[in-house]
């Protein structure tokens, strides 16, 4: 009886002192400096980045998927600080006989109250895509959603600050930029991660981003139609 006390307590947590205040602080501060790090890098040479993450060294940056969540979150606080209203996403798809069954207004509701899922998501299809268009360069599926991670994480970065300025200064056409802009900076991004010079590589990247968001756009709107066809028997 008394080992299992003295397991016990080994097994409970040490008392909160100054130590564990400096080791979370420490801990907090490495991940803010790599995050940070991570988004200067992006900006910089992020094919370069995406490379070495995925063939060398993970240890410097930021790893994709908690990347793309802090980018959707601080986007998500953006927008909601300022109260602006932004359609990240939209269901438009027209079906014959489907379109008068769906809540095409909850599914967009979803989509923009969600935006890591809706970017991850809508990343692993555009993913899906970039590894048939480039696949000689022999990246799989896994990989290049983890380029995704990073691109879109950083497109979400960018319209938030381009919305902070529309703030500051006023002019709500400045998010419109933004918007423009981080579109821009995924289609250049994935270019680049596969051969900065060949110009041929930033079209097939923007054929790839369009079709990705179209699949899932697709697949959602197909999935709310079952749903609905299982609510109704």
């Keep these: 009886m008394k080992e299992v006390d003295h397991l016990n307590e080994t097994n409970k947590p040490k008392r909160i002192n100054s130590s564990y205040i400096i080791h979370e602080l420490t801990h907090l501060l490495h991940i803010e400096s790599g995050f940070l790090f991570t988004v200067k890098q992006l900006f910089l040479r992020p094919g370069k980045l995406v490379r070495n993450f995925i063939l060398d060294d993970r240890t410097k940056v930021t790893k994709p998927l908690i990347f793309l969540i802090l980018s959707g979150t601080i986007f998500t606080l953006v927008f909601h600080f300022f109260h602006i209203e932004y359609v990240f996403f939209s269901v438009k798809q027209k079906l014959d006989g489907v379109d008068e069954f769906l809540d095409k207004k909850a599914i967009s509701d979803w989509t923009n109250s969600h935006i890591a899922y809706t970017s991850l998501i809508t990343g692993f299809f555009i993913a899906l895509w970039t590894t048939l268009f480039f696949k000689k360069h022999r990246y799989n599926v896994y990989e290049i959603t983890v380029l ?58 923007i054929i790839c981003c369009v079709l ?18 299982l609510k109704v028997h």
Excluded: D, P, R
């Design 212 to 229: 990705g968001a179209l699949s899932f756009q697709l697949i959602l709107t197909l999935l709310a139609y079952v749903f609905h066809l």
């Design 148 to 205: 995704l991670c990073y691109s879109v994480g950083q497109g979400l970065l960018i319209i938030s600050l381009f919305t902070l300025i529309s703030v500051l200064l006023k002019a709500k056409l400045i998010i419109s930029i933004g918007i423009f802009a981080s579109y821009f900076y995924i289609f250049w991004s994935i270019g680049q991660f596969f051969g900065e010079k060949k110009l041929i590589n930033y079209g097939k990247a």
